[in-house]
């Protein structure tokens, strides 16, 4: 059963970047064709998809932060990353982790699962 | 964007209840509409997909409805482990996805 848990700096300094990685257990995200997201909430707000990777280090991105945003993947340690540069208070969220359903990259049948329990981030100075 | 609403924003109900939660669609997204549910701490539980069609490992007491802009999650016969939020998304607009801001299920 595949497993994703994110790790990252809890506290972030406005203006620097934000930096989170997703672990992957029980599955090899080089050999399987699943897209790979970053999802998150900021406190007492939806969820907001932030963009997704797949293992050959294709992505798609939210234009809400595409300048800011970039993901990779290491495959060799089963990983995907999120970086997003020039955080404000409002980048204050639990950020997600989750496996898309979609293989093709463009199937509109498409969810999120398993995710992330989820790692809080605070945008503070 | 298509934006998604839900509602009620919470509700509550007691064990043995059974209850409906709304999610509507800024535009018509066909069937492509999923329900999950989150429980303080954990990660969020895909409950439904594409409308209608049940995750495995999901209580049968867990069904989805509608088409178009309006969709519904029933809960029949409401269980203590069901108090949770539950949340819709839409993947009409694949690569984005929106989500509807949560419905929160308490005991009465």
């Known amino acids: 059963q595949v497993q994703l848990q994110e790790a990252g700096p809890g506290l972030v300094r406005p203006s620097q970047t934000l930096s989170l990685t997703c672990t992957v257990s029980g599955g090899s995200i080089s050999s399987s064709d699943y897209f790979w997201s970053w999802i998150r909430q900021p406190a007492g707000k939806g969820l907001e998809w932030i963009g997704r990777i797949y293992n050959s280090g294709t992505t798609n991105y939210n234009p809400s932060f595409k300048s800011r945003v970039t993901m990779s993947v290491d495959t060799s340690k089963n990983q995907f990353s999120l970086k997003m540069t020039s955080v404000t208070a409002a980048d204050t969220a639990v950020y997600y982790c989750?496996?898309?359903?979609?293989?093709?990259?463009?199937?509109?049948?498409?969810?999120?699962?398993?995710w992330g329990q989820g790692t809080l981030v605070i945008v503070s100075s | 964007d298509i934006q998604m609403t839900q509602s009620p924003s919470s509700l509550s109900a007691s064990v043995g209840d059974t209850v409906t939660i709304t999610c509507r669609a800024s535009?018509?997204?066909?069937?492509?509409l999923n329900w999950y549910q989150h429980k303080p701490g954990k990660a969020p539980k895909l409950l439904i997909y594409?409308?209608?069609s049940l995750q495995s490992g999901v209580p049968s007491r867990f069904s989805g409805s509608g088409s178009g802009t309006d969709f519904a999650l029933t809960i029949s016969s409401l269980q203590p482990e069901d108090f949770a939020t539950y949340f819709c998304q839409q993947s009409y607009s694949t690569p984005i996805s929106t989500f509807g801001p949560g419905t929160k299920v308490e005991i009465k």
């Open positions: 535009q018509s997204i066909n069937i492509y």
């Open positions: 989750a496996r898309d359903s979609d293989t093709s990259g463009y199937s509109r049948y498409n969810w999120f699962d398993p």
């Open positions: 594409a409308t209608s």
